[in-house]
């Protein structure tokens, strides 16, 4: 099993829609979890923290199922500016602390 | 802005060229990364510096070569590279000893080459 998971995608959907993305993970030990967004040739940035009770802001809702391991992004009210790819990252720790990413789930709103 | 800056932006260069890539920060963080991200691939971890240290290699060709003089600046030194190669090359920093905190990310390199 890949440690981070997604479903590459794409995700077609109208303006208006709610869709949901879920990335799974293999280190139960793991404790933190980020959401990134990455535009075409951008680098990736910061969406939101996941935490263990749940995260909202604005439009977008991150959770956390720890039991069956994975994250949920949604993104409700979709905009044609939220398409994108969306990065799941789970840091792996060890020696290091290593963001590892996801191969992200492509969005695509369309009018 | 994220306070992670990569110079260059573009960069074409021959096989047989030697060239830099430069990342730098001055948010006082202390661990540093080298992503590279090929076409419709995942972003693949190449080197984690940790107060300068290099703590990991992710079993990278010896053509890349990084430098960490102190806790602001990362270098790539490229070196004989292969067109496969040619990808997005994305350093990030983190502050450590603050929990379990996110990456901040450069705007890239585009690595052309030729």
């Known amino acids: 099993r890949k440690e981070v998971e997604q479903d590459p995608g794409p995700f077609n959907v109208p303006e208006g829609a709610t869709v949901a993305f879920n990335c799974t993970y293999s280190?139960?030990?793991?404790?933190?979890f980020f959401w990134y967004r990455q535009d075409c040739r951008k680098e990736p940035k910061l969406l939101m923290s996941v935490y263990s009770s749940g995260n909202e802001d604005g439009r977008f809702t991150a959770q956390l199922n720890r039991a069956s391991q994975y994250i949920s992004l949604l993104i409700r009210d979709s905009k044609l500016s939220d398409s994108a790819t969306y990065l799941c990252?789970?840091?792996?720790?060890?020696?290091?602390?290593?963001?590892?990413f996801g191969r992200g789930t492509s969005l695509i709103v369309h009018p | 802005e994220t306070g992670v800056t990569q110079t260059p932006r573009h960069l074409v260069m021959g096989m047989t060229n030697k060239k830099s890539l430069k990342c730098e920060q001055h948010l006082g963080h202390n661990a540093m990364y080298w992503y590279k991200q090929s076409a419709k691939k995942p972003l693949e971890l190449m080197f984690v510096y940790n107060f300068k240290e290099q703590t990991e290699n992710n079993s990278v060709p010896s053509r890349f070569s990084p430098e960490c003089p102190n806790s602001s600046h990362l270098f790539l030194h490229l070196h004989t590279l292969q067109p496969e190669d040619s990808a997005l090359y994305l350093c990030?920093?983190?502050?450590?000893?603050?929990?379990?905190?996110?990456?901040?990310f450069g705007q890239g390199t585009r690595l052309t080459v030729v």
């Open positions: 280190n139960s030990a793991s404790q933190s």
């Open positions: 990252v789970v840091p792996t720790s060890g020696g290091s602390y290593i963001p590892t």
């Open positions: 990030a920093s983190r502050p450590t000893g603050q929990g379990n905190t996110e990456a901040f």
